[in-house]
């Protein structure tokens, strides 16, 4: 065995096997851990805790239109828009669960039900974030194949930071610095791209209800908003409310992957190693798991997306330790942690250094 450390993250590398062993071993290795997790009962579904969750966000929606209405044309109330933004993002949580097909027997009432409540109240496409977040599970951190590393705002890879000049090329070597504020404007963008899906060429099902319910919540909203608050107050309550909306949701979901292993075009890797060696779990108590949807259990959650996220946690144990067996490194720290080393990572992809995380990794577990 040979071993590799670098900042946030540590791993063990295995020797290669020979490659006409190595997929249908990789392949029984999943199967097995499957087994045990449906063994222990967690992919049953849990429709109490789901009843209860959509009960408690429904009266949590009806408080802050309550709050919105009664307060009054005071400054008070951008701690509303703030409540909006974290309670929006706890029903993105619960409409990412459906779409995952974690509440239901049935897929399509999972599909509606992620449909219906994604677009109308969080304002967030089901076609689009369909699209994009299954290609993110079917090839996490892999170039060229998950949008989630598509280079944007910020570039992931050093290959792609490499590829700017002029003012971007300034602004790449800067991204460290410019992260956090970038989450910011992550509500805005997934409001964008919704809308830009709905109204665009691309095929989309429903695309009526879909635009409908959008324009409920990007139309609506809005206005009842300036209805309640008047211009001056109301514009200011908008952009505090979707500033904190994309801070939190991106924030939920940035520790998750960046800043772990990127798999290059041409590297095949066997789903169990996969899945691990490109998630990050984020410890803490109660409060992390209720803050992220249960989505701090990252590397549960990418090897049983169907999973309820209640479930996740008690799935914890039975993988890590499947895990130490196999000697697949499994990734775990806290949140703040977490943020430096993703910081530290786009930093140093943003200056030009050597990428811990590239091919040698990879190369490692490839089984073709």
């Known amino acids: 065995m040979t071993s590799t450390t670098t900042p946030g993250f540590r791993t063990t590398v295995p020797r290669r096997t020979r490659p006409g062993g190595a997929q249908a071993a990789h392949a029984s290795d999943y199967t097995a851990l499957a087994n045990e997790i449906k063994a222990a009962g967690l992919l049953e579904r849990r429709p109490l805790w789901y009843a209860v969750r959509c009960l408690v966000l429904a009266a ?52 509606w039900f992620s449909r219906i409540v994604g677009n109308s109240l969080v304002g967030l496409s089901y076609g689009w974030w ?84 959008l324009a409920l919540r990007l139309i609506g909203f809005p206005v009842l908003v300036f209805l309640a608050l008047g211009p001056l107050l109301g514009a200011v309550f908008m952009l505090v409310q979707l500033f904190s909306f994309g801070l939190y949701m991106a924030g939920s979901f940035a520790p998750n992957h960046k800043g772990m292993m990127i798999i290059g075009e041409d590297v095949n890797i ?34 049983f997306p169907n999973m309820p996220s209640v479930n996740l946690r008690k799935a914890r144990p039975i993988v890590m330790a499947y895990c130490e067996k196999l000697d697949v490194p499994y990734t775990e720290t806290k ?34």
């Not at 409060?287 to 989505?295: E, Q, R």
């Not at 943020?339 to 089984?367: E, M, N, Q, S």
Request: glycine letters at 6%; aromatic letters at 10%; charged letters at 20%.
């Open 130 to 213: 369909m699209n994009k977040h299954s290609r993110h599970h079917a090839n996490p951190n892999k170039v060229g194949k998950d949008n989630d590393i598509t280079p944007g705002a910020i570039a992931f890879t050093k290959e792609d930071a490499e590829q700017r000049t002029g003012a971007a090329r300034w602004i790449t070597r800067k991204q460290g610095y410019f992260f956090i504020p970038i989450l910011l404007l992550a509500g805005i963008d997934l409001h964008v791209n919704a809308v830009k899906l709905v109204l665009g060429k691309e095929p989309l099902k429903h695309r009526a209800v879909e635009a409908s319910l």
């Open 335 to 368: 949140l703040l942690d977490s943020y430096r080393i993703i910081v530290r990572y786009i930093h140093k992809v943003g200056i030009g250094a050597a990428d811990p995380f590239d091919c040698p990794l990879a190369a490692a577990y490839r089984t073709v």
């Open 60 to 111: 949590a929606v009806a408080l802050g239109f309550v709050l919105l209405f009664t307060l009054g044309q005071t400054w008070w109330q951008l701690l509303v828009a703030v409540y909006f933004s974290i309670v929006f993002t706890q029903v993105a949580f619960l409409s990412h669960d459906a779409a995952h097909r974690q509440m239901f027997e049935s897929g399509k009432r999972n599909e």
């Open 270 to 303: 066997d789903f169990l190693r996969r899945q691990v060696l490109t998630s990050r779990n984020i410890s803490g108590s109660w409060v992390i798991p209720t803050a992220m949807g249960g989505l701090n259990y990252q590397v549960e959650h990418h090897l």
